[in-house]
């Protein structure tokens, strides 16, 4: 058989035109394209020769006057002759165009929507920008399109708040992403070639430029003779800000995008987009931190009396090797009066800049209860209130309030911290510590393996309620003091326990200069440093020398002031501190005479001579001196002045029999200027 066409319905004829017997004699090539119509003539050669049915074929072509590719699904059957004898095929086809374009929609629904879910769970994994971009095209790339490229605005990648020049499309953007499954060639659409890294701008009269000037995504018109058919240029927008550009392309051979692929290439950008801006505002909010953090640091090593001091901070590291968010560690060393030194280090829970504005505050409540001169426990029991009153909008007292009534509703925040806080003498070489849950400190003396020392942890500040407790400690000469936060010790995978006792072992040798143990300590643990920030503060104990310390018990009687005077005198003689004898004199007078005054017990004369000349006066009174302002008549009141005019500091302090009177006096030759003794006893009247 020659397997023309012998019999057409009206149906067929509507189709392909003219009547049913136009069709007598037409072979199957007159009706599809000849690689279809050979397929369909070798499949109906087989039905004719074997007899076996076809169901459901699927046929492709055109119609007469369209050019609209139509879809037939076909049946094909064997015809025999009264008596048995083949003699033919039917052909009965259905169109199934309008069903086969459904399911291509649908098909097409559910590519787009597992694209949006496997967006949403691959993009915005990473607080960088650029690691971002590239998640971005790794859902893309091959799934949606052939070829991607990301740009952002330069001024985003360098800290600019907002990037410049939006209204005209024309600023900076870096080349940050590309991929493609075809071709290793970056490309813009406009011929030219962008490498990864590069910075740009495009034409102002480009499709790119006007997506970026009006946020609406463009088509970029394809190159002649190029690999590229169809390519979508689609504004990255963010809380009504473009943050950059995808350019998304599919190559000859692909489907050119329709209206859904615009749709969904700009929820794949828009979900981009809020990634990147959110990475934006962390990282700002990070470099503010940090910036805070280090601004309330002390600057380089700090200087002590009777102390070498060397201290490092390292802000933590995420899993990605980049700056994690930063913690609230600090350190401090505050000079005391009598050449004592209050060493700080304290840890604030939690990450971000909450933590770091919450450790300023502690820092600073910190120094402002180290100058009143108490004990260390004292301070950590006020710090623990004030830690308690960060969080509630009312301070201390609101926060108190709020404790006495459990069971109403409590949004303010809590803010935690541990603290070490000790006070060093150099005179006595004894250091007072006070822990609040922090690690304990680490001592080596010279020729021994370091230890922990045992001071009672307690509870971390904010808490409330707790007693902290006191240890006081000999520290001999050469001996080596560190104090640390976790971060140093502890990280995600080794345990604290691993990392104090390698902490411990890392100090081998207190003997060589304080930097070189600070190097040797973050070398030897720069396996256990993770995502927590480190703060090391380590000393060395150089006690006052005997020599420099000048100390007398007075009777309580008139005649100890002129002792008193002489002591001072002599003692200052012999220090070769001629300069300072006239203004010592005048002032120990004045303190040897308010502590007969108004004093109780024996009188106690103590001087120190270090960077500066510290004059101390003891007794056994419980009143602490008040300067007033004498008026012209006043007969006296006029001491506590005079004290203050002559000196570069003064004050008293508590002691746990009485209390303390000091002031203090530049060594000669030193930058400060005191006032003459004679002008300052003028201006008093």
């Known amino acids: ?194 490498k990864l890294g590069a910075v740009h701008h495009y034409p102002f009269n480009s499709p790119c430029a006007d997506a970026l000037r009006t946020a609406r995504p463009r088509s970029v018109p394809a190159e002649d003779g190029g690999l590229v058919q169809s390519t979508l240029a689609v504004p990255m927008v963010a809380h009504d800000t473009v943050v950059g550009l995808v350019q998304f392309a599919r190559t000859k051979g692909s489907e050119p995008f329709g209206d859904r692929d615009r749709d969904l290439a700009v929820e ?13 505002l962390y990282r700002r909010e990070h470099e503010r931190a940090l910036i805070l953090q280090r601004s309330l640091l002390p600057p380089g090593d700090p200087e002590a009396s009777g102390l070498d001091i060397a201290c490092r901070y390292l802000p933590g590291e995420a899993a990605t090797g980049r700056a994690s968010e930063v913690g609230g560690d600090w350190f401090d060393v505050i000079e005391l009066p009598g050449h004592r030194t209050a060493l700080v280090v304290g840890d604030v829970m939690g990450r971000g800049l909450r933590a770091a504005v919450a450790m300023g505050e502690l820092r600073t409540a910190v120094r402002t209860l180290a100058q009143l001169d108490i004990e260390p426990a004292e301070v950590l029991s006020q710090l623990d209130e004030i830690a308690r009153g960060l969080g509630a909008p009312g301070g201390v007292q609101q926060a108190t309030r709020a404790a006495r009534r459990p069971r109403e509703a409590d949004l303010s925040e809590v803010y935690l911290a541990t603290c070490v806080y000790a006070v060093y003498d150099s005179v006595t070489r004894r250091c007072t510590f006070a822990n609040a849950g922090h690690l304990p400190p680490v001592l080596v003396e010279p020729g021994e393996s370091a230890l922990m020392l045992d001071v009672p942890p307690g509870l ?30 502890e990280s995600r995978d080794h345990p604290l326990d691993e990392g104090l006792q390698a902490f411990v072992g890392a100090l081998t040798d207190p003997t060589q200069p304080l930097e070189d143990v600070c190097d040797q300590v973050l070398n030897t643990l720069d396996s256990h440093h993770g995502e927590d920030d480190i703060a090391l503060l380590m000393a060395r104990v150089q006690g006052l020398p005997s020599d420099s310390v000048g100390d007398w018990t007075l009777p309580r009687e008139p005649r100890s002031v002129g002792r008193a005077r002489e002591y001072a005198r002599a003692q200052l003689l012999a220090w070769d501190m001629e300069p300072l004898v006239d203004t010592t004199e005048l002032l120990v007078s004045e303190l040897v005479t308010n502590a007969l005054r108004y004093g109780e017990g024996e009188i106690r004369l103590r001087l120190l001579l270090d960077r500066t000349l510290v004059c101390e006066v003891w007794d056994s009174g419980l009143v602490q001196p008040r300067r007033r302002r004498a008026r012209d008549t006043d007969e006296g009141g006029r001491g506590l002045q005079l004290v203050g005019l002559l000196s570069a500091a003064w004050g008293s302090r508590r002691t746990p029999r009485g209390k303390t009177v000091w002031f203090e006096l530049p060594l000669p030759g030193a930058d400060t200027q005191l006032t003459d003794p004679a002008e300052a006893l003028l201006s008093l009247f």
């Not at 400690?473 to 936060?485: F, I, K, M, Q, W």
């Open 460 to 489: 971390p500040l904010g808490v409330g309620g707790e007693l902290f407790e006191e240890v006081e400690v000999e520290l001999p000469e050469g001996a080596l003091l560190a104090l640390y936060t976790d971060g140093l010790v």
């Open 268 to 280: 794949l950008a828009a979900r981009a987009a809020v990634c990147i801006d959110n990475a934006r």
């Open 1 to 194: 058989p020659d397997l023309t066409v012998r019999r057409a319905n009206q149906r067929f004829a509507s189709i392909f035109g003219g009547t049913p017997d136009d069709h007598r004699g037409k072979a199957v090539h007159d009706y599809l394209p000849r690689a279809e119509a050979d397929r369909v003539s070798a499949t109906l050669r087989r039905v004719l020769e074997t007899g076996d049915s076809i169901t459901d074929m699927h046929v492709t072509g055109f119609v007469p006057g369209s050019e609209e590719r139509r879809h037939w699904s076909v049946n094909l059957y064997r015809v025999h002759s009264g008596s048995g004898r083949p003699i033919g095929v039917a052909w009965l086809g259905t169109d199934i165009t309008a069903r086969r374009q459904a399911a291509r929609e649908a098909a097409n629904a559910r590519r787009n929507l597992a694209l949006l879910n496997e967006a949403g769970a691959r993009i915005g994994n990473s607080l960088d920008l650029e690691t971002t971009a590239r998640e971005l095209l790794d859902v893309v790339v091959p799934g949606f399109c052939d070829l991607a490229t990301v740009d952002l605005y330069q001024g985003l990648l360098v800290g600019d708040e907002t990037p410049p020049g939006l209204a005209d499309g024309s600023a900076e953007l870096r080349r940050v992403a590309f991929s493609s499954a075809v071709s290793d060639a970056p490309f813009l659409g406009t011929g030219e070639r962008v």
